[in-house]
């Protein structure tokens, strides 16, 4: 392995990738990518892979949207195979926030997103086994879908090698180096490596890296579950057998997975966990009876499916639920952590933003000042205009709702 770069990357999901390549894209030449385990070992592999851009805020929805685009033009912008697949995402909200989903569907069309409001009828023209009132309201996002969080991030990874990047795995970042207010390198489990910049994309592993320099970062290491059902008979089958669905009213999402099954999740289930490694929690068969049974709720045909597999996986959650995407601590790191969960989709684009704050001073990709770590101290966080859980769904899950 080199012994200097000049830029370092901490972490190899699909935000580490990303920053690898972007950078050697805009020309840089001499980029080295650092990952303890693997490519897509942890939270990238792990996620629910949902591509969509239906925020309660406009910021993430901006870097939603940038991300899109890259999914949408994988193989031009970045070639191999992310297995994006269009299927369409309906948002559904209880009843008391029907006018908030008009605000936040203003807002979004606004930002540029392709979205419109859908009544009961369009919305069992789009799904026939869905079951809505008379007096339903949903959000449509007609380019939205999902895809393969692991081929995605290989062909990041992949795509930052073609073009010079150094990608070395199993290879630990145990301290940054600094010397004054600079960075000057970074300690490594197969020795130190020099370097003027190094970028923290490692999740909620970044937080006692950065705290050895002076920098708090405000994360919380959680688990998330998801589990993978097969799905109704009369249902269509295939990969876009079916919309993407995100039920805010009943906490619960679903979304096409191979030909016959269909991914399920709870959007608030979270298990605390002490060590960002322990993230593998087990088969939890009550989580997995409260996931088919919201899903249910809305399509009755998965009543009782029995589970084909199921997974744990970690995310790193800040408390106003959005990234820090930020210069911070000594000059030369940057901070692309605290995704919250939702850093799939906008993996990409932060990974361009993050090469442009190095490369040309600033991010054009997309506007990344509201997700500055020192939103925190100012008392300046980013403020969703979130969905609540209807009450007979509420007495059943708890009234959290951590998707905005």
């Not at 969080?149 to 600094?178: Q, Y």
């Not at 998801?226 to 089958?237: D, H, N, Y």
């Not at 997974?311 to 959650?317: C, E, R, T, V």
């Amino acid at each position: 392995m080199r012994n200097s770069a000049d830029v370092v990357v901490v972490g190899a999901g699909i935000i580490g990738s990303s920053v690898a390549y972007n950078l050697a894209r805009l020309g840089v030449r001499d980029v080295l990518l650092l990952e303890r385990d693997g490519v897509a070992a942890h939270a990238s592999r792990l996620s629910a892979g949902l591509v969509r851009t239906h925020y309660s805020n406009a910021p993430e929805a901006r870097l939603a949207l940038a991300g899109t685009r890259w999914f949408e033009n994988w193989s031009e912008m970045v070639g191999g195979d992310c297995g994006f697949v269009r299927t369409g995402l309906i948002n559904l909200v209880t009843r008391s926030d029907h006018e908030k989903l008009r605000r936040n569907v203003a807002v979004l069309k606004e930002v540029g997103i392709d979205t419109h409001l859908v009544g009961p009828e369009e919305l069992v023209e789009l799904e026939p086994d869905i079951r809505v009132a008379e007096d339903e309201l949903a959000a449509y996002e007609p380019r939205s879908g999902y895809a393969d969080p692991a081929a995605t991030t290989h062909a990041m990874a992949d795509a930052a090698r073609r073009l010079g990047a150094e990608l070395r795995e199993g290879v630990e970042v145990t301290a940054i180096r600094t010397r004054g207010d600079r960075v000057a390198g970074v300690e490594t489990s197969a020795g130190p490596v020099e370097t003027s910049h190094v970028v923290l994309a490692n999740g909620a592993w970044s937080v006692p890296l950065a705290g050895a320099v002076g920098l708090e970062l405000p994360i919380r290491a959680l688990a998330i579950r998801l589990a993978f059902v097969p799905r109704p008979s009369t249902m269509r089958a295939g990969r876009a057998g079916h919309a993407v669905v995100l039920d805010r009213a009943h906490g619960a999402y679903t979304r096409p997975e191979e030909d016959d099954l269909s991914l399920v999740g709870l959007v608030a289930f979270r298990d605390p966990i002490a060590d960002p490694g322990a993230y593998d929690v087990g088969r939890d068969p009550g989580f997995e009876r409260q996931a088919i049974g919201q899903v249910a709720v809305r399509f009755p045909g998965f009543a009782g499916a029995s589970v084909a597999r199921a997974h744990s996986g970690p995310i790193d959650m800040t408390p106003d639920g959005c990234a820090i995407i930020d210069r911070a601590g000594p000059e030369g790191l940057l901070l692309a952590v605290g995704m919250s969960g939702s850093g799939f989709k906008k993996g990409p684009a932060i990974g361009a933003c993050v090469a442009e704050m190095i490369v040309e001073g600033g991010a054009r990709t997309s506007p990344v000042h509201a997700f500055r770590l020192g939103r925190f101290r100012d008392g300046d966080p980013i403020v969703s205009d979130a969905y609540a859980i209807a009450p007979e769904s509420a007495a059943v899950l708890g009234p959290d709702n951590m998707v905005h």
